[in-house]
């Protein structure tokens, strides 16, 4: 054990003074007909939770992730074990990965593809042993230097090459592990200067890749959901997967409409000046709605901080498009976050997913009962209802002219624009999550 200090946490309820304790998650509790596990299906980040140390780009690492091991191979073997203590321990019963994270990255591809093979059955054992499962794995293609300008958007084609075969091994990975999805994430597939930069052949060959993962992953078996996570910059200045909008224009343009959905991250959402709710409602709005990088980033930095989320408003908003979209199938909710800096210990570890999980079934039974009584619904049927009726109804059946709207307006008295009453609905909004906590 790696944690021996910290026992199984369990949920205690909102009177509970124990911070090593859920005050809202409570896995078996039925919300709307399902567990609440099953309807926020969490899932641990190993980069963040196992691999991230606390480096930044002014310092060295806080936090010792060797977990009592030496060598690179037995750390990343070490690293599984304490994984999935954690995961017990927390009752989170799925965990996402990159190929990087998971083993140690040797001086050739085949080497490397060595370490995975070391590394892949001790995760499997444990995978067995626990009943806890794979929601998404991908491929880390922007870490090493040979993908300082790019993997699939690279302008050498051996580089090209290279990250076909390494997506072609994480793919073979995540059917075997039992993987629910899959992800592409454009880390450096983005420009930082047109000046030197072809966009077009970038975004062809982009799209030539993730048609080839396409194809391989259903010949050798996988059955799950393929997503792209949007993200408008860091590290590149323009990364082609800028925000939801922007991917279902390039999932168009090559046809691959059909075959992806979105991996939305909040942070992502806020960095395109968007909000994280705004991202999930264009997501469901065309059917593209797949998973979730649970996190919250910090208004006041540019950056993409990765902070583990306690906004209830946004976790209340998230779940409100969730249950709106018929909740998860193959997606969940990931922590792609980390502990901060200074919160380095073993102890922060579980601290911070309590905070998020606590954070997120809070959520939940806020925007259950919100669609429950209706309330949002019924206000914004009510603001579109002159289309129900009349030259309404003939603009909503595509029935109508320009001639006849024309004529409609010529002899009607001037629209009346009625309030959007949108400090109203704020405020609706707060009592909603004021009054749930009171009844809890």
Known sequence: MYFENINKIKFEGVESSNP???????ADKIVNGKKMSEHLKFALSWWHTMCGDGTDMFGRGTADKSFNATSPIEISKHKVYAAFEIMEKLGI??????????????????????????????????MERTGIKLLWGTANCFNNPRYMCGAGTSPNADVFAYAAAQIKKALEITVELGGQGYVFWGGREGYETLLNTDMAKEQDNMAYLMKMAVEYGRKIGFTGDFYIEPKPKEPTKHQYDFDVATVLAFLRKYGLQNDFKMNIEANHATLAGHTFQHELRVARDNDVFGSIDANQGDMLLGWDTDQFPTNLYDTTMCMYEVLKSGGFTNGGLNFDAKARRASNTHEDIFLSYIAGMDAFAYGLLVANKMIEDGVIDEFVNRRYSSYNQGIGEKISNKSTSFEELEEYALNSAEPFAESGRQEYLENLVNQYIVLTGKKL
């Open 20 to 26: 090593f304790s859920f005050k809202y998650y409570d």
């Open 93 to 126: 019963e799925y965990f996402c990965f990159h190929d990087r994270d998971i083993a140690p990255e040797g001086s050739t591809l085949k080497e490397t593809n060595d370490y995975l093979d070391q590394i892949v059955p001790v995760i499997k054992s444990e």
